[in-house]
């Protein structure tokens, strides 16, 4: 059996009053492409950022390969949501991947040329080597996220956490992630991903968490992305169905 | 130029300079209203220190300062958390340390050398006369002294955590992840802003060092898409506000601290305009073009 990289005991959080999160349980073996779904305010972000130490939890413990996170900090990468960021403050696209060395540069020292070179060709791997000196208020959405993908990748971090890295990008960025984020597990790297398409769950993830507020299933894809599943964590009142949304597509195609 | 006149220039220089550096990083930071708020309740900071102490020195007056800076943060992080809205929180919390700052000037403190006025608008007229000597450079205006040293503090944490106060500005949640200790940080700043503040407190006041610490900022955002050149353009538009502001006092005859601010609002009013990549005209032109191209 593949290593444990997180484990994740009776996690519970709230957002002002209200509790977002509770008895959340789960363990995530190495090599996992995971992905996090669940309705509007089930508490996806918050899960990504409790388990990060950037949210307080209430209760409940997080280990890392079996460590606790400020012991395997260097090891974890996070990528924000795009919007949670000013997309004009004054840097340029290499900037912002370097940044993502920024720990491992270490306090009093500046990005060398061989970081530089790193963020380079992280920005190359996602086809983004033409826009290293934009402006980032000037690239578009899907290559704001790539540059946020470059960046978690010049970390080289072993766990990776992505916040709706698919939300709003066009179609080629969408591919180009999902070939990185392929990649990534091929290395034998893990990866949690908060996404909101149903329809490519199945295509994309070989794990599934399903989250309204806990843990309602989490397994291998095949086995419980079943219609049941989905409609426990939605709702009674998901009108969303494999099989009829399946028939609407068909005569597009 | 008369030697007063250049002990004017130079301290106006000085607040121009260390101001316009903060200033960047309080607008990238979405914290000029933190700005206003700290400039008003370091008279409470500046009071306390007066009354512990019985004489206003520049260490004294910094260490007040630093102390009503942080206060006011927690305070207005603590209302926050009590679910007052961030905005009327920092209204609430600044107003009233700034009011108990002058009820105790009037009660307490009686005939020092510290009023409401003077508080509120400064008197860089008065600073070349009060002197300090120091070694080497000999006789220098106590208040330009201390300028100097806030100046060098504020440039020594700004370059040695430039590149920690660029993530912590720009993404702070991808900072925490790394370990950088992204509240530390926060608290390190708002003593910073705080201590700029008191510095350039007797030169321009509580009011005018809102308009050095935001406007020459804001004019330079318009002018670059790096953050160094920023810097460097926020702080010399700082010290050209101050020195044009002190020779516009000089020809119509006004005060020195409100032409100062004015001719930060001047800078700002031609960046507006004439900026090649976020200007008005450049703006309009460039829509011009796009509209006559598919047109």
């Not at chain 1, 040329?113 to 086809?127: N, P, W, Y």
């Not at chain 2, 914290?31 to 220190?49: E, P």
């Not at chain 2, 160094?228 to 010399?236: A, E, F, N, Q, R």
């Amino acid at each position: 059996m593949a290593e444990a990289v997180l484990q994740v005991e009776n996690l519970s959080a709230s957002y002002r009053k209200n509790t977002v999160l509770f008895d959340v349980n789960f363990v995530v073996q190495a090599g996992s492409l995971v992905g996090i779904v669940g309705p509007n305010g089930a508490g996806k972000s918050t899960l990504l950022k409790t388990i990060l130490n950037l949210h307080p939890s209430l209760t409940g413990s997080v280990k890392f390969f079996g460590l606790p996170f400020n012991k395997v900090q260097k090891r974890i990468g996070y990528v924000p949501q795009r919007g949670s960021v000013d997309w004009d403050f004054p840097t340029n696209a290499l900037d912002v991947v370097t940044m993502g060395l920024y720990g491992q540069i270490g306090w009093l020292k500046r990005p060398s040329r061989l970081h530089k070179q790193k963020a380079f060709e992280a920005l190359e791997k996602l086809g983004m080597a033409d826009y290293a000196d934009r402006q980032i208020s000037q690239l578009s959405g899907g290559q704001q996220q790539r540059v946020f993908l470059a960046r978690a990748l010049v970390q080289n971090a072993d766990l990776y956490f992505m916040d709706e890295p698919l939300a709003g990008v066009d179609a080629a960025t969408e591919r180009a992630i999902m070939t990185l984020l392929k990649e990534l597990k091929a290395l034998g790297k893990t990866v949690m991903v908060v996404h909101h398409d149903l329809q490519t769950v199945e295509d994309y993830f070989d794990h599934v968490l399903l989250l309204n507020r806990t843990v309602i299933q989490y397994g291998k894809t095949k086995q419980i992305f079943t219609r049941e599943n989905i409609s426990r964590t939605y709702g009674g009142d998901l009108r969303w169905l494999r099989e009829e949304s399946l028939h609407v597509h068909n005569p597009i195609k | 130029m008369t030697y007063h006149a250049m002990w004017i220039i130079v301290t106006a220089s000085l607040v121009g300079l260390s101001c316009g550096l903060i200033g960047v990083f309080l607008i990238l930071r979405k914290m000029a209203m933190m700005a206003d708020a700290i400039s008003h309740t370091v008279l409470l900071g500046i009071v306390i220190a007066f009354i512990i102490t019985r004489e206003l020195s520049g260490t004294h007056m910094l260490i007040g300062a630093i102390f009503a800076g942080l206060l006011t943060a927690f305070l207005v992080q603590w209302l926050h958390s009590l679910d007052v809205q961030q905005d009327a929180a920092i209204g609430i919390v600044f107003t009233t340390m700034f009011a108990i700052g002058v009820i105790l000037i009037a009660t307490s403190v009686g005939n020092a050398h510290l009023d409401v006025q003077h508080a509120l608008m400064g008197e860089i007229t008065f600073i070349p006369w009060n002197k300090m000597s120091l070694p080497l450079i000999g006789e220098v205006p106590k208040a330009t002294a201390l300028l100097a040293l806030v100046l060098f503090v504020v440039l020594f944490v700004l370059v040695a955590f430039y590149k920690e106060w660029k993530i912590t500005s720009f993404d702070p949640a991808l900072a925490a992840s790394l370990g950088i200790p992204v509240l530390l940080m926060h608290y390190v700043f708002l003593c910073l802003v705080s201590i700029t503040t008191v510095a350039s407190f007797d030169a321009v006041g509580a009011i005018m060092v809102v308009a050095m610490l935001i406007t020459p900022a804001a004019s330079a955002y318009l002018w670059t898409d790096r953050l160094s050149i920023m810097l460097v353009l926020s702080g010399l538009f700082g010290v050209i506000s101050a020195v044009a502001g002190y020779y516009i006092a000089a020809w119509v005859d006004t005060s020195i601290s409100g032409s100062m601010a004015f001719a930060t609002g001047l800078v700002f009013f031609i960046s507006f305009l004439f900026s090649p990549k976020h200007g008005w005209i450049a703006r309009y032109l460039r829509l011009h073009k796009t509209v006559k191209k598919t047109g």
